[in-house]
């Protein structure tokens, strides 16, 4: 028999190249975490905090959706798009005042939300007809939707700018209570239920195995089209309500408004550890992600930085994420 | 001892390990093995699964990098960190699983990470698709060197796989379970290959759970046992006996798969799924089949003959193109594997890749498939890993526990993890593409218990296979197809290998 010695040691080391991908962002957020606080004092307060996690809690809404699509290994271009659709659209269902010259369909504010809702479902069912059943890679048919979006949005405006909403979305938008923004009381709502769905319920396990192994989990009976199609509907849901919120949260709703919400919510979710080849990671690695991408836009301005490096250095951050991403994956199947 | 080296006086082994032991996070997968390669020998490697075969082979080819003891290519101590170091020192593998790239063609499977330049420092491509070509056909083959890879029948794929390596120019070829997938004519088209590049003075490591096969390649045969070294001796002192008992420790046990069968097919047991004169537009054609209760039905035949088809146009893979089944008495047709599935229908592909989640634990991949049936909304994770238990130890899985991954498994444990998800809840009918490909023989004796004691139970039961032994150890009635079409059927009385062999 071996030694004890390498055999500890072997066991140690299985443990972290198997839990790379959920170490790497920790230790990420932490370094981040404490290189802002040494280097701006006014970065580690309680109000400071809040305002991160109001910065981030709209990506959230979405980053929860976009998990359920990228562990099933499939993608989403499209969410920047609908959010800015689903903006407009319960703009488009509400009365706006009089110096708006919009052509719009003013309804009660309960029928404009379950419309409006609607709409992002429809979305979603679009995209899911398109993965599933025509065929199209996730990827090219969200970037169609993408377009799809964007072209609804600009008929609903027609370069106008809108400024009224149902009351209970300028709420849950841009309202607080007893002092904590609603956006992140929704986010945390929308992260508990996503965690809770993925973890213990048969349908959550069907997503792992369908990101993990699509051929394999068909052959084990799995419906794997519903999986793929219903994700979808998921993140275009999610992502619609964070475009309701995100309108009341700016006060106004035009067109390519949430553009960089691609960008920040793909970030979030693979920053966080979640593989990018399906079956991997979850809504615990997104909360990571998004921590970490918060603590990044927030701090670099605690910090004096050239707003232009910013940029740059969110790049940079993003491609070190990715790296070890793909990097823990191959450990993994090497293993 | 050894032939060939004595003949030349003590020449220095053209590979060799000494004293190697690999762990995987603290479990012994091999220990203290030596072993010595010499040029001009194909040496054969057996061992029960889980034996230690493919992991010391790995090691060889540099795929483990961490292990313990020497190792020495031609004299010269060597480390390989990894597969790639491995072939540049002139050592090339064909793994157990098929590593093809799917989405290549043919020609550029065969040219993988060696694609030759013309001079304008371009691919080739005319000459890769012709010399493709020329070496797939010497192992006997006529493909199109442009086509899809993933597009061709699993034993065709590894025909091609199988080229690159041999044509690689490598000194030291390793063969993990080549044949498994190959039809008897293939087989002895890629013995002849081996022999001529044994002549060349090049090395090959055979492993292989078909003993006929070793006993008829090989110059020597080592036996792996539970991680170690047993046995090396040159096959000509050996009988197939000695091989068994070598591997399983004791003294064989006598059962020897079948060279004849006695049919026992009863037209008075209910028919439960038929195949009335399908077709799937390509392969197919016409096939008639009657799947009863409490039966077997074997289906024999040469690779690429349709029964791959066949298995998954009845599990709602494939669609049909003419043709009907029945279920009951009834029309019926899937539109999914999930339909399939809610009717009571199952199926083992005949690839474990196909059928399993390597990076998951075994009893999700155990639970995967009834999943439905313990609860329909929330997980009980406790329900799976006690039904995964259970049939750990009915069908006697090497691992340490339900939650080790899959991937953690030698190939013929993870072929039995593959069939123990049908087994919670029992099918109506049971389909099983090459059930015992890869396993030794204690595996396929209790694959052949298992599959036997569900029929009994009243599972109707296909049986699919390209090896006559195993149809004729299983089945009850057996169904010869060739080229896609239904060649002969046999329902009662004896019938001999020789008798498959011919209709096929
Ligand atoms: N990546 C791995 N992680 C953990 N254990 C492993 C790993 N690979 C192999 N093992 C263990 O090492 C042992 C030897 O496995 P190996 O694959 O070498 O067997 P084998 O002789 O090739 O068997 P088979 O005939 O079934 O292919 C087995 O007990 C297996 O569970
Ligand atoms: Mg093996």
Not at chain 2, 256 to 262: C, K, L, P, R
Request: hydrophobic share 45%.
């Amino acid at each position: 028999m071996t030694t004890p010695t390498p055999v500890v040691a072997g066991k140690l080391k299985s443990v972290l190249t198997d839990q790379l991908r959920n170490i790497a962002p920790v230790f990420t957020l932490l370094a981040l975490v404490t290189f802002f606080s040494v280097a701006a004092p006014s970065f580690l307060t309680v109000d400071n905090f809040m305002n991160i996690m109001a910065q981030v809690s709209i990506i959230a809404i979405i980053a929860v959706g976009l998990t359920f699509v990228i562990l099933t290994a499939e993608i989403d271009l499209s969410v920047a798009a609908i959010a800015n659709a689903i903006g407009i659209t319960v703009a488009y269902f509400t009365v706006q005042p009089d110096y708006v010259n919009i052509a719009n369909l003013p309804m009660p504010g309960v029928i404009a939300i379950v419309l409006t809702v609607l709409a992002a479902f429809a979305f979603g069912l679009v995209t899911a007809f398109g993965v599933t059943w025509v065929g199209i890679p996730s990827f090219i048919m969200t970037l169609a939707m993408m377009q799809i979006a964007n072209g609804v949005s600009a008929l609903l405006v027609r370069g106008q700018i809108a400024y009224k909403f149902p009351d209970l979305v300028t709420t849950l938008g841009a309202g607080d209570l007893f002092g904590v923004r609603w956006t992140i009381i929704v986010a945390v709502l929308f992260l508990a239920v996503g965690y809770f769905v993925l973890k213990y319920t048969r349908y959550g396990r069907y997503v792992y195995m369908t990101g993990g192994n699509r051929e394999a989990a068909e052959y084990s009976g799995v419906n794997v089209k519903f999986i793929i199609g219903s994700v979808m509907v998921i993140c275009a849901v999610c992502t619609g309500i964070a475009g309701m919120l995100s309108v009341a949260y700016y006060g106004s709703a035009q067109q390519n408004q949430f553009d960089t919400y691609l960008l920040d919510a793909i970030a979030a979710v693979v920053v966080g550890g979640t593989s990018l080849f399906g079956g991997r990671g979850g809504i615990p690695n997104t909360i990571i992600g998004l921590l970490v991408l918060g603590v990044l836009n927030n701090g670099l301005d605690h910090v004096q930085i050239d707003s232009f490096l910013k940029i740059l250095i969110r790049g940079l951050i993003l491609l070190a994420a990715l790296t070890i991403n793909v990097y823990a994956q191959r450990l993994k199947e090497n293993n | 001892m050894r032939t060939q080296s004595e003949s030349r006086g003590e020449p220095s082994p053209l590979l060799e390990l000494s004293a190697v032991s690999k762990s995987f996070g603290g479990v012994v997968a091999i220990e203290n093995v030596d072993f010595q390669l010499y040029a001009g020998e194909i040496h054969g490697l057996v061992g029960e699964n889980g034996a230690g075969k493919s992991t010391s082979m790995k090691i060889i080819a540099g795929v483990h990098s961490d292990y313990e003891g020497q190792m020495y290519v031609q004299g010269q101590p060597v480390h390989f960190k990894s597969a790639r170091e491995a072939l540049a020192a002139g050592i090339g593998m064909v793994h157990q699983e098929l590593s093809t790239c799917p989405d290549l063609t043919v020609a550029e499977n065969v040219f993988l990470g060696q694609q030759p330049l013309n001079r304008f420092g371009t691919i080739d491509w005319a000459f890769i698709n012709h010399e493709a070509k020329r070496l797939i056909a010497s192992l006997g083959l006529d493909i199109d060197p442009t086509a899809t890879m993933g597009a061709l029948p699993v034993g065709i794929q590894q025909l091609v796989e199988l080229s690159r390596v041999l044509f690689s120019g490598a000194r030291i070829i390793i063969l993990d379970e080549p044949t498994s997938a190959l039809s008897p004519p293939e087989v002895k088209r890629l013995f002849d290959v081996l022999r001529k590049i044994k002549a060349d003075g090049r090395g090959i490591i055979f492993i292989s759970h078909f003993l006929d096969d070793v006993l008829e390649i090989s110059d020597t045969i080592t036996v792996f046992r539970n991680g170690h070294k047993v046995a090396t001796d040159p096959t000509a002192s050996l009988t197939k006996d000695d091989m068994i008992s070598n591997m399983i420790g004791r003294g064989s046990i006598g059962m020897h798969m079948g060279e004849s069968a006695d049919l026992k097919g009863d037209d008075a047991k209910p028919i439960v799924f038929e195949a009335e004169a399908i077709s799937d537009g390509k392969q197919l054609r016409d096939v008639s089949l009657k799947l009863r209760a409490g039966e077997i039905t074997g289906v024999y035949g040469f690779m690429g003959c349709g029964q791959i088809e066949l298995a998954r146009a009845a599990f709602g893979k494939i669609h049909l193109h003419k043709g009907r089944f029945m279920l009951d008495g009834q029309e019926i047709s899937f539109r999914s594997t999930a339909a399939a599935k809610r009717h009571g229908m199952a199926f083992v592909p005949e690839n474990r890749s196909m059928m399993l989640f390597r990076t998951e634990p075994i009893y999700k991949n155990v639970s995967i498939a009834i999943l439905d049936r313990i609860h329909r909304l929330l997980l009980k994770p406790g329900t799976e890993r006690s039904i995964t238990k259970t049939h750990i130890d009915d069908l006697q899985i090497k691992t340490q526990g339900t939650d080790m991954d899959l991937g953690s498994l030698s190939g013929g444990n993870q072929q039995k993890v593959a069939l123990a998800k049908w087994l919670t809840h029992l099918p109506r009918v049971l389909i099983l593409s090459e059930p015992t490909r890869g396993m030794d023989v204690g595996a396929k004796e209790d694959v052949i218990r298992i599959v036997k004691g569900l029929r009994d139970r009243g599972v109707a039961i296909l049986v699919l296979s390209s090896e006559p032994e195993t149809i004729l150890t299983l089945a009850d009635r057996v169904t010869v197809l060739r080229k896609g079409v239904v060649a002969k059927e046999f329902n009662s009385g004896t019938i001999h290998k020789a008798d498959l062999l011919s209709a096929a």
